[in-house]
Each structure stands twice: as structure tokens, then as C-alpha cells.
């Protein structure tokens, strides 16, 4: 998540009304044979009919698809709903401004079901129904291995919610990640239990593709660190109960619990964890993926909302909570509330880090179209690290709206959204710092503490 990477948002489906018919599969045992086929199946994506976005412009006056290709169904199935609010923010304050080159733009919901086998043939799908595909976002580590490939080959730009590390020294092309590698969101747990002074730490992820990834940096920093490692238990996202698993992590006595297993298993395992306890609620750092109202909603429900507020932090990116950027992004985000449905406490997508940074993903490739003066990736990408790196002597903005505004006038323009200012790497990934997030009893989200780049460092980042 983080991630995220994978995720922003438990998977409560009345986070969105958006549904799918793909059918499901097995998460693993098919995932070694897609890594192996995704270049031969890029081509025949390639041959399908639909279009993609890396050749010629959209015809004058179309519509421009962005595809939200992420779970909808299976065990992370609120993350493509999530990511859906961002993407009509996004795109309903571009299309107010104007819309992008005599373009108006609209979101399309691809669903993965969370599963690479299944990715494979809903991405084949997309380009075969889709016209004016302009940018893909989502794709988590659920499935981006499988389908990142297929989106290079056809020359589609990808703002994508991956930590997997096989992103952090190969180069795609089209893909961009504005999000951290789950090896630094690892650390940054690890940091937190620093602060706390916690030295006997139990881990419990989900057995989903991008929880996992999490435990292997994990191990390593809290060996690093000087820490204990007294429980490591795998939450089956399929299971309803999980007192097993609470067992032998209170039988272990930790000082903090490092967790990820979104949705209803996560709260019924820190049900289950209290109970056992005696009714004492053992304190949890999370990743970013538990920044989200679904994920509040869900866990406080099942632990009380006060015990959580009281034992519960996480690590997040620092985002913009004031200024002209974080101004024009709740705008956006607010203009969808009452679109979805019951997800809590609507603020918690300010900070969210699927809203935040798919948010400034769109803005970045729409100013990109108008800078360049074409709908085609191919014409377009270059102009991704220029808008957002900057040049020397370009005007700062801080919304779409601003950025074309000025590339009109025949500006350079710097953008900086809620998620801050972009570096992009040799491998287009810009990921910002971390601080420190809380809930109130009420869900709000509260900055709690920051977390410097030599705290990381120290742990082997």
C-alpha cells in the first residue's frame, strides 16, 4: 500500500458504489508463471482493439479515460473505490478549469480483485473497451508486477501505489511513483517504536501480496535497531477469526505490535487481541494503509474508539495541511462527499496517501498534455519531471487550474500539490518524508511527531 503503496482504505465495500463481474482465482500460485508471460502478453494487449495512450492525440473535443485499475472485489477491495474519489476530485476540478486541450476527463474502474491472475485479463479488457485511454493509476502491489509491463509496452503513463522494491532500481518507463518503497515505510515503523522506547516488537501482517512485503525490511531494521522480535504472525485475509494468532502474541508480551491487514480481519483481530488481554489494548504502529476513514471506522468499532485514539500511531508521507495547494485540494475532495458511501470521517482523505498523491499524479499528467500540446503519453511524459521537479526560473503553482493558467501566458511552471514538491529519481519515483499520524476518538487524523532522513539511515535505508 504504501502504500503506499498498496492502499489507503480498509475494504468495507460501502466505501463506494463501484462493482465488478470479473471472477476470482487463487492470489499466489499463478503469480511466478504471469511474471514470466508479461512481455509476451504486453503484445497481444498491444494487438487488442480499444486504443491506447501512447500513440497519436485523442480526436478533438473527446473524452479522456483515466482508468483506476486497483481491486474492487476480493480481499482489498476498497482500494480502487478509494482511489475513485481521488480521481473524480481530481478530474472534476480540471474539467471545471477548462479540461485539458479541448478535452473533458473521466474515471473508469478496472478491477484486479487484488489477484495478478486476474489483473491480466481485466487490463487486456481495458484497452480492448477503452477509448482515449490517457493514464492509468492505482496498481498496487497487488498486481503491479504483472501489469506494469503491459502498461510500458503500450505506452501508457502509470501513477501507481507500489512499494515493491522490484520498482526501486528498474526502470519503467511510464511508470511514476510518488509514494515510499515499503523497505523505508519498514524503517519508519521501526523509527516509531525508537520514539516510543518499545524494544520486544510482534508482527501481523496480512498474507496479501503488498502486506507481505513489509515483514522481510522489517526483521532486518528491528535486528538493526537493537530490538527483540518476540512474534511474527500471518493473518489469513480469508478468516474470520484469528484468536490463534492473538494468542501467541500475548503469550509473547511485545511493547507494540507492527501491523497491516486491511479491513474487517484487522478488526477482528485486534478484537480478539483485547479480549485475550484481559481487556487491555496492546499498542500498534501501522503502515500508511491504516490512514483511512474505512480503516478508523472499522477497527474502532471493533476496539472502542478511545482505546484506539489512545494506542494507535502510524507512519505517513508529510502532506500539505495549509496553503494554497492543500486549499484547492480539499475543495476538490470535498465536492465528492455524499458521492460514496458510509466512510467515516470524510477529512481522513486530506491525508490519505492514495487521495493525496494520485491527486497531484493527474494534475501532473494534465499539465503535462497542455505543456507539451498532445494527448499522447509518448509526447507528454517528458513534461511529468519538468512540471514537477521544475526549472530554473519557473512560477510555482499549486493547482491545475493555476498551472494552466500560466503555461497559457507561456510560463515554465513548477506544480506543487498537497503531497509537496516532487524529486523524481533515474527511476521516476519521488517519495517526500514521514511523519507521525494519530486519530482523535472521533477519527480525525492529528500530526503527531516527524521522523528525520538520518533516523531511516541509521536503521539501513
Known amino acids: 500500500m504504501p502504500g503506499r503503496r498498496t492502499s489507503v482504505a480498509s475494504r468495507d465495500k460501502s466505501s463506494g458504489p463501484y462493482t465488478s463481474t470479473l471472477g476470482g482465482g487463487p492470489r499466489r500460485r499463478r503469480a511466478w508463471l504471469l511474471a ?45 473505490p478509494t482511489y475513485l474519489v481521488s480521481c473524480d476530485a481530481a478530474t472534476n476540478a480540471i474539467n471545471t478549469a477548462g479540461g485539458v486541450l479541448g478535452h473533458k476527463l473521466g474515471c473508469k474502474a478496472v478491477d484486479t480483485r487484488g489477484d495478478p491472475a486476474d489483473a491480466v485479463p481485466a487490463v487486456r479488457q481495458m484497452y480492448a473497451s477503452t477509448s482515449n485511454l490517457a493514464l492509468v493509476i492505482g496498481c498496487t ?46 524503517y519508519a515503523m521501526i523509527a516509531i517504536a525508537q520514539h516510543h522506547n518499545y524494544k520486544r516488537i510482534a508482527l501481523a501482517f496480512g498474507n496479501d501480496i503488498g502486506s507481505q512485503t513489509f515483514v522481510a ?27 490463534t494468532e492473538a494468542a501467541r502474541i500475548v503469550a509473547a508480551k511485545p511493547d507494540v505490535i507492527l501491523t497491516e491487514a486491511l479491513g474487517p480481519p484487522e478488526a477482528a483481530f485486534l478484537s480478539e487481541l483485547k479480549q485475550l488481554s484481559g481487556g487491555k489494548v496492546i499498542p500498534v504502529i ?94 507528454f511524459k517528458p513534461y511529468i519531471e ?26 515554465q511552471i513548477r506544480y506543487e500539490g498537497p503531497g509537496g514538491p516532487t524529486s523524481f529519481d533515474a527511476y521516476h519515483d519521488s517519495t517526500g518524508l514521514f511523519q507521525i499520524d494519530s486519530y482523535s476518538p472521533g477519527g480525525q487524523v492529528n500530526v503527531v511527531g516527524n521522523l528525520s532522513t538520518s533516523e531511516l539511515r541509521a536503521l539501513g535505508l
Open 141 to 186: 502491489s497487488d498486481e503491479a508486477a504483472s501489469v506494469v509491463p503491459i502498461l510500458g509496452s503500450s505506452k501508457t503513463v502509470s501513477f501507481c501505489m507500489t512499494g515493491q522494491a522490484e520498482f526501486d532500481h528498474v526502470k519503467f518507463p511510464y511508470f511514476y511513483r510518488l509514494v515510499p518503497p515499503d523497505l523505508s515505510e519498514s
Open 286 to 379: 501501522g503502515t500508511s494503509a491504516t490512514i483511512s476513514p474505512d480503516w478508523f471506522k472499522s477497527v474502532s468499532a471493533a476496539v472502542g474508539a478511545s482505546s484506539l485514539a489512545s494506542h494507535f500511531v502510524a507512519d505517513n508521507l508529510v502532506v500539505e495541511t495549509s496553503g494554497p495547494a492543500f486549499q484547492a485540494f480539499s475543495t476538490a475532495i470535498f465536492a465528492e462527499k455524499g458521492k460514496v458511501g458510509s466512510t467515516g470521517d470524510f477529512s481522513t482523505y486530506l491525508t490519505a496517501p492514495g487521495a493525496v498523491h494520485l491527486y497531484d499524479g493527474i494534475n501532473l499528467a494534465a499539465l503535462a498534455m497542455i505543456a507539451s500540446h498532445s494527448t499522447s503519453a509518448a509526447a
Open 386 to 411: 519538468k512540471i514537477g521537479d521544475g526549472v530554473p526560473g519557473a512560477t510555482v503553482v499549486y493547482s491545475f487550474a493555476q498551472g494552466a493558467a500560466a503555461l497559457k501566458q507561456g510560463k
Open 36 to 80: 514470466a508471460l508479461s512481455a509476451l502478453l504486453a503484445f497481444a494487449v498491444a494487438g487488442c482493439g480499444g486504443s491506447s495512450s501512447g500513440g497519436a492525440s485523442a480526436a478533438p473535443g473527446s473524452k479522456l479515460t483515466i482508468a483506476d485499475v486497483a481491486p474492487f472485489t476480493g480481499t482489498d477491495a476498497a482500494l480502487g
Open 217 to 243: 525490511p522489517a526483521i532486518a531494521a528491528i535486528k538493526t535497531a537493537g530490538m527483540t522480535l518476540v512474534a511474527n504472525q500471518t493473518l489469513d485475509l480469508n478468516a474470520t477469526t484469528f484468536r
